[in-house]
């Protein structure tokens, strides 16, 4: 029997258009949610400073005006002596004491010889418009230093041989051991900036990529020796070297302000909306379900009572008192949940009052209270089973409200910030700068997300009530 219950129910639901459209989104949804790390290889919160803030969809390339745009490139110069990485050349008391890893030393027992330059050479091709920034990371480690003076410098060589000094350390007689390097270009000191005949606020990248070519980067290493001594020496290790160009396009739907995949975080805030509608809608219809159907069962007190504390919280202003309730609580995905719960259940719980206190007068459950049935045995194996229908439909419609309010809750930054939502994209969108960019690609698809997800919900939703609800189905 529940077989062809079954049948009957689908052979019902297939005969309408509207739930179909419902059911054909939310799988969609579905298919969103569970294959998003297969649909992409980033994740939403943690990867950042993919390319450049606020890029480009990669696909804007086909526009003429887009093409030349840089994707984001980069690349390790491993610490060996070869083609592929670091070209060597040598001056004064330098020499190369090791090729894998790069070590240099200097060794000087004559005055006049006491100085000696060393510089590593990488060349690299670069086929794109100018980009906003690059960024080079690199270590290097004195591990012997006596009575000499070093300095380490960091150019940049284009096309036209223009070379640009980018960062030195400047003349030091003390040994830094290891020394770490984070350079990047649009945090490069006004004095650098200058020496290239830049304006404090002009681009540095911009102004060393200025054509498609060969570049090259140069550590250059000077060492001299102080003549007070006899003997001076040092050995200087050179640490492999990541260079990044920030692409000004990516992906699907581009970057957010901190270089985050815009694509990853539609696909991973479907997984979310999902899990708060669905979550919050069951918790707000069992908790209307189970007062609805005691209130209506038991009257007296116990109705009085529930009927004033549904009244109540009917009156009070939602959005306003989860703005409260949430600062309050925290901004935790499930603080959320058990609010948006907690605050959802009063109409459905007068919906199942008024259907309970139908069928309790009902020829079946007085046969019940007649064989000597209890109360609970009554609420819960013959009653219950009568209002479930209307609880399925419920839950449907209640899910694209949870769905909203979290949006408008992310919106106003009240959301879960760990969390990628909908609603947090949206709220990133606007305090960013995506509507002065006009980067629709951030706004539009969270927005058409919401949208469509809440639709297949009241699709689906009004759909079982037509099927379920008896009164609807009588008229029709």
């Given at each position: 029997m529940p077989n062809k219950d079954l049948?009957?129910?689908?052979?019902?639901?297939?005969?309408?258009k509207m739930g179909m459209v419902g059911l054909a989104i939310l799988i969609l949804f579905l298919i969103m949610a569970i294959f998003a790390p297969i649909l992409s290889p980033y994740h939403p919160i943690d990867d950042r400073f993919l390319a450049e803030g606020i890029a480009l969809p990669a696909w804007y390339r086909i526009f003429p005006q887009y093409s030349r745009y840089p994707e984001t490139m980069s690349f390790h110069v491993m610490s060996t002596v070869n083609d592929q990485n670091w070209d060597v050349r040598l001056a004064g008391s330098f020499n190369l004491d090791n090729v894998d890893p790069i070590t240099l030393g200097f060794y000087s027992e004559n005055v006049s010889e006491a100085s000696g330059i060393a510089e590593l050479v990488h060349y690299f091709d670069?086929?794109?418009?100018?980009?906003?920034?690059?960024?080079?990371?690199?270590?290097?480690?004195?591990?012997?230093?006596?009575?000499?003076?070093?300095?380490v410098e960091l150019f940049m060589l284009n096309p036209d041989h223009e070379s640009f000094l980018i960062w030195s350390s400047g003349k030091s007689a003390r040994a830094l051991s290891p020394r770490e390097l984070n350079l990047d270009?649009?945090?490069?000191?006004?004095?650098?900036?200058?020496?290239?005949?830049?304006?404090?606020?002009?681009?540095?990248?911009?102004?060393?990529?200025?054509?498609?070519?060969?570049?090259?980067?140069?550590?250059?290493?000077?060492?001299?020796?102080?003549?007070?001594?006899?003997?001076?020496?040092?050995?200087?290790?050179?640490?492999?070297?990541?260079?990044?160009?920030?692409?000004?396009?990516?992906?699907?739907?581009?970057?957010?302000?901190?270089?985050?995949?815009?694509?990853?975080?539609?696909?991973?805030?479907?997984?979310?909306?999902?899990?708060?509608?669905?979550?919050?809608?069951?918790?707000?219809?069992?908790?209307?379900?189970?007062?609805?159907?005691?209130?209506?069962?038991q009257s007296g007190l116990t109705d009085?009572?529930?009927?004033?504390?549904?009244?109540?919280?009917?009156?009070?202003?939602?959005?306003?008192?989860?703005?409260?309730?949430?600062?309050?609580?925290?901004?935790?995905?499930?603080?959320?949940?058990?609010?948006?719960?907690?605050?959802?259940?009063?109409?459905?719980?007068r919906v199942v009052r008024a259907q309970v206190l139908q069928l309790k007068t009902a020829t079946f459950v007085e046969a019940s209270r007649a064989l000597g049935s209890s109360n609970w045995h009554i609420i819960f194996r013959h009653l219950l089973g009568n209002v479930l229908p209307l609880a399925f439909a419920t839950i449907a419609l209640y899910i694209p409200g949870?769905?909203?309010?979290?949006?408008?809750?992310?919106?106003?930054?009240?959301?879960?910030?760990?969390?990628?939502?909908?609603?947090?994209?949206?709220?990133?969108?606007?305090?960013?700068?995506?509507?002065?960019?006009?980067?629709?690609?951030w706004i539009i698809p969270p927005g058409?997300?919401?949208?469509?997800?809440?639709?297949?919900?009241?699709?689906?939703?009004?759909?079982?009530?037509?099927?379920?609800?008896?009164?609807i189905r009588a008229r029709r």
């Open positions: 049948s009957n129910f689908w052979s019902s639901y297939k005969r309408s670069y086929q794109y418009d100018s980009p906003l920034s690059f960024q080079i990371h690199t270590e290097f480690q004195f591990d012997e230093i006596a009575n000499t003076e070093y300095q270009s649009k945090g490069l000191p006004f004095e650098y900036k200058s020496k290239m005949g830049l304006e404090w606020y002009q681009n540095v990248a911009e102004r060393i990529f200025t054509k498609e070519g060969k570049y090259a980067i140069i550590m250059r290493v000077q060492a001299e020796k102080d003549e007070s001594s006899s003997i001076s020496s040092f050995k200087m290790s050179i640490g492999s070297l990541l260079f990044n160009v920030p692409g000004r396009v990516h992906g699907v739907l581009g970057t957010d302000h901190l270089g985050s995949d815009l694509f990853s975080q539609l696909l991973y805030g479907a997984r979310i909306s999902l899990l708060i509608g669905v979550s919050a809608a069951l918790l707000a219809v069992s908790i209307g379900l189970f007062v609805g159907l005691l209130s209506g069962y009085e009572v529930s009927m004033r504390m549904v009244d109540v919280l009917l009156v009070l202003p939602g959005l306003p008192l989860l703005m409260i309730l949430s600062g309050l609580f925290g901004r935790n995905i499930w603080n959320i949940v058990f609010l948006l719960g907690i605050l959802s259940w009063p109409g459905f719980a949870a769905i909203m309010t979290e949006a408008a809750l992310s919106f106003l930054a009240l959301g879960d910030p760990n969390t990628p939502s909908w609603g947090r994209m949206l709220y990133s969108a606007n305090a960013f700068g995506a509507f002065q960019h006009f980067a629709w690609w058409i997300a919401i949208t469509l997800i809440s639709l297949s919900f009241v699709f689906i939703g009004t759909t079982l009530n037509e099927i379920l609800n008896p009164k």
